[in-house]
């Protein structure tokens, strides 16, 4: 009896041996596959390792069962899992002007191995000085160095809304796993240029300002040299007047007084011509000067006793003395206002 019961006891412990070994093979394979399909599926998943142990003192009696411990799983970092996130436009520095709105991307990249994951935003572009309007996304696959990768882009329009060094801020993502954690993304801060718009009206109305006053200053040279060149004609005509009265004074004592009286008389219409203007120009449109026709019109004040004098010379013919000449030159000098030097 002890025979037979020794071998039923062996019998059973070769059966016990058996099924732990069968159960720790369905387990790695159970783990191998597990772990192929995270990695497959992008599931974000480390599976725990379980192994049963026997204890088993030579070809004693095993009675007890396998011992087994629980490992708890980690969570992948996205480096491990090569999710890489990038925002803006690399090597690209963000200029702006107040009111304009720029479109700021921010891409999430991983490689595929046939498979999707999921990636929502959990915060938005809101800083100083900067408005998040809207967002949209879109996905896209492309093959680099003969891998598969995977991209999401989320789109943000963003409204500049103040001047100065502003920043968009760090994006801030999360990607749900079936082990009830996530896992979470940061992109970097962005530095924004925001600079005034551009006014043109005051550069316009500098500008109009400006040739304002230039063309008053030329206006005003123009009128000086106008005066200068006016001022200057006149003092040679004065002088070239004074010279011929000058020397008509030293004539006065032998010169004939009827030639005398008509030679001031041409004298006093080349003034009249310099005052009033004629037609013509040079002695013979001053020789065709009427100085009884200004005297009639009042433009010759305080002039008819000269003028008498000169129709005596031209219709009388008699002879005066070079006194009564002398004052008659005196009233000319006066009338025209030529003084002596």
Not at 105 to 130: C, E, F, H, R, Y
Not at 160 to 165: A, H, S
Not at 217 to 232: D, E, G, H, I, N
Request: net charge neutral; glycine share 6%.
């Amino acid at each position: 009896m002890n025979s037979k019961t020794a071998k039923v006891k062996s019998k059973k412990s070769s059966k016990t041996l058996n099924a732990a070994k069968a159960q720790n093979e369905e387990s790695a394979q159970n783990a191998a596959l597990v772990k192929e399909n995270a990695v497959d599926s992008a599931a974000l998943v480390v599976p725990a390792d379980t192994s049963a142990v026997l204890d088993v003192a030579g070809d004693a009696d095993v009675d007890s069962p396998a011992d087994s411990s629980d490992v708890t799983p980690q969570m992948p970092t996205a480096e491990q899992l090569g999710i890489s996130i990038t925002a803006g436009n690399a090597g690209a520095p963000l200029t702006a002007t107040v009111g304009d709105t720029i479109d700021f991307p921010v891409t999430v990249s991983w490689s595929v191995q046939g498979s999707a994951i999921l990636v929502v935003p959990t915060s938005s572009a809101n800083a100083k000085g900067i408005l998040q309007l809207g967002v949209s996304q879109e996905s896209s696959r492309s093959v680099k160095d003969g891998k598969e990768l995977a991209q999401i882009t989320f789109n943000y329009k963003l409204l500049v809304q103040d001047t100065g060094n502003l920043n968009i801020p760090a994006m801030r993502f999360e990607i749900p796993t079936p082990m009830g954690q996530s896992l979470d993304l940061r992109s970097d801060s962005v530095p924004v240029r925001a600079d005034a718009p551009f006014n043109p009206l005051p550069l316009v109305a500098g500008g109009a300002v400006g040739v304002c006053v230039l063309l008053a200053a030329l206006w005003r040279m123009r009128k000086r040299s106008k005066a200068r060149t006016a001022a200057a004609a006149k003092n040679a005509f004065e002088n070239a007047l004074r010279e011929k009265m000058m020397v008509l004074k030293q004539r006065v004592m032998v010169a004939d007084s009827r030639e005398w009286l008509l030679e001031l008389e041409g004298i006093c219409k080349e003034y009249a011509f310099e005052k009033f203007g004629a037609a013509g120009t040079g002695a013979a449109a001053a020789s065709a000067v009427n100085l009884d026709a200004l005297v009639a019109d009042d433009k010759l004040d305080g002039w008819k006793p000269l003028l008498e004098e000169f129709a005596h010379a031209r219709y009388g013919g008699g002879k005066r003395d070079s006194f009564e000449n002398k004052e008659t030159w005196k009233l000319a000098m006066t009338l025209m206002g030529v003084k002596e030097e």
